[in-house]
C-alpha cells in the first residue's frame, strides 16, 4: 500500500527495468503501462525494491492506451500484484461509472487510489480547479491535478489551492506542465502535493517541463527542509 501520507516521488517509467536506477531518489516506480511493451510481462517479473504506482492513461488524459474496457481489465489485474501499492484512474472514468469495479478491486488487494485529472489547454479558474479535486476526492484517496501554465503566474492559484487542500487534511498532487509550470513540480510538494513524477532520464519525460529525478529529490528536499 502506498499511502501517500507525506510526499511521495515517483519514478516514472514504461521499462521497470529502470528501478535499479531510481532506488537511490525515488520512494516508488510511476509504471506507465499505456507506453510500456509487454506490461504484463513487466509486472509478471518485477522483483524491484520499490512499489509500484500503476497508470494505463487513455488517451483523451494523455495517454496512449484506447479508452476501452481492456485498458481498465489490465488495471485490475495489475493490483493482485503484491509491489502495486497503489493505481491511477482518470476523473472521467470514475465519473461515467467504469471505474467503480476498478476502484474496488484496487481496494480489496489494499491499493490506493489516485483520482487524476488532466488539462493539455491551460490553467483552469482557482474555483474551478477546487472543484476538479474536490470531485476526485470523492473517488479516491488523493486528487491529482495537472495543468498546463503559459505564464509563471498561472501557478499561484495552483499552489494556493493545493495549500487549502492540505490545510483541510486532504490528499492532494499537484503540478503545472510546461516550461512555465516547472517549477511548480518542486515548489507544489512544500505545499503539500503528496506526489511528484520524473524520469530518471531526461530524455523520458512522461509530461512536459518534468526535472530529472535526481534534481526534483534534490530541490523538494531542500526546499522542505529534509
Ligand atoms: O499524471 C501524471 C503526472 C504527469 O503528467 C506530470 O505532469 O508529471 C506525469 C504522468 O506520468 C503522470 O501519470
Request: with cysteine; aromatic share 4%; charged share 30%.
Amino acid at each position: 500500500m502506498l499511502p501517500f501520507d507525506d510526499f511521495t516521488l515517483c519514478a516514472a517509467t514504461a521499462d521497470l527495468a529502470d528501478e535499479p536506477a531510481a532506488r537511490g531518489h525515488a520512494d516508488a516506480v510511476e509504471f506507465r503501462m499505456d507506453l510500456a511493451e509487454n506490461p504484463t510481462a513487466q509486472l509478471r517479473d518485477y522483483d524491484g525494491d520499490l512499489p509500484l504506482l500503476v497508470t494505463n492513461r487513455h488517451d483523451g488524459q494523455g495517454g496512449e492506451a484506447a479508452d476501452d474496457e481492456a485498458r481498465l481489465d489490465a488495471l485490475r489485474d495489475a493490483v493482485e500484484h503484491d509491489a502495486v501499492g497503489a493505481i491511477d484512474l482518470e476523473l472521467d472514468t470514475c465519473l461515467d461509472g467504469r471505474g467503480r469495479t476498478v476502484r474496488e478491486a484496487a481496494r480489496e488487494h489494499g491499493a490506493s487510489v489516485v483520482v487524476s485529472a488532466h488539462d493539455f489547454d491551460g490553467t483552469p479558474l482557482r474555483q474551478d480547479m477546487r472543484g476538479i479535486l474536490g470531485n476526485a476526492l470523492e473517488y479516491g484517496d488523493v486528487a491529482k491535478l495537472a495543468v498546463t501554465a503559459v505564464e509563471r503566474t498561472d501557478v499561484l492559484d495552483l499552489v494556493s489551492v493545493t495549500h487549502e487542500y492540505d490545510v483541510e487534511g486532504e490528499r492532494v498532487a499537484t503540478m503545472a506542465m510546461g516550461e512555465a509550470g516547472r517549477h511548480s513540480r518542486a515548489v507544489c510538494p512544500v505545499y503539500g502535493s503528496r506526489i511528484g513524477y520524473a524520469p530518471v532520464d531526461p530524455a523520458d519525460a512522461t509530461a512536459p517541463g518534468q526535472y530529472d529525478l535526481a534534481t526534483l529529490r534534490g530541490l523538494v528536499d531542500d526546499l522542505r527542509g529534509a
